[in-house]
């Protein structure tokens, strides 16, 4: 069965950095479209962050000119590089494929202090 771990989160400062990646246990990353999703306490998993099995790569609102996705088909690895990190980007943040379909990682924990 496919599994997706998250890592790379923690506690930062508002401004901080932090970079997240997600491995999977098979070669799903060159062949889909995946991306960064995150859940806030209390909100809806939102999608911050897509790329393409073609490269195209698109980024919600919230965090464009802040993040960037990345992959390494031969690691099966998604990256994101997060920046100039604010307290609402506090929040759980999994990889899945675009749409999702896959079961869900226990995600990584990303907490953003004022």
């Known amino acids: 069965q496919l599994q997706l771990v998250e890592s790379g989160g923690g506690l930062v400062q508002a401004g901080g950095s932090l970079r997240l990646s997600c491995a999977a246990s098979a070669a799903i990353v060159s062949i889909n479209a995946v991306g960064w999703y995150r859940q806030a306490l209390g909100k809806q998993r939102e999608l911050v962050a897509s790329?393409?099995?073609?490269?195209?790569?698109n980024y919600a609102d919230s965090v464009k000119g802040r993040v960037t996705i990345s992959r390494d088909n031969a690691k099966n690895t998604v990256y994101l590089q997060m920046n100039s990190l604010k307290p609402e980007d506090t929040a759980v943040y999994y990889c899945?494929?675009?749409?999702?379909?896959?079961?869900w990682g226990q995600g990584t924990q990303v907490t953003v202090s004022s």
């Open positions: 790329i393409s099995s073609g490269g195209r790569i």
């Open positions: 899945n494929k675009v749409p999702p379909v896959y079961n």
